[in-house]
């Protein structure tokens, strides 16, 4: 099992949605708070009506992500989660070239 080089270049792509099964009220509260951790983390990421979709350089700080997220919601009883994971070696920026590769086989910019 091959472990990650210090240096080496990577791109790890991160779906995720996070939220309290507590109470029936709207999730909108305990989503911005992980938001704004995600925002001043200084991650890129985009947010879609579903999760939230970041990029790291690392499995370990997508997955520290995770964690600080659920920091924001850990008085809550319950907490749901749902994570896609796409880990590329010897790629960056894949957020905004995924989208470029769509569009150049388009004729339309698309929507963000």
């Given amino acids: 099992m091959g472990l990650i080089v210090k240096g080496e270049i990577m791109s790890v792509l991160m779906e995720f949605s996070m939220f309290s099964l507590q109470g029936s009220d709207s999730k909108s509260a305990g989503v911005a708070r992980i938001i704004e951790m995600i925002h001043d983390s200084g991650y890129a990421y985009t947010l879609t009506p579903m999760g939230t979709i970041i990029e790291t350089e690392s499995l370990i700080e997508a997955l520290r992500l995770v964690e600080y997220s659920y920091a924001q919601l850990d008085e809550d009883e319950r907490v749901y989660a749902s994570i896609k ?28």
């Fill in 85 to 112: 994971l796409d880990i590329r070696p010897n790629h960056s920026d894949r957020m905004n070239q995924k989208i470029a590769s769509i569009e150049e086989k388009v004729s339309f910019k698309i929507k963000s």
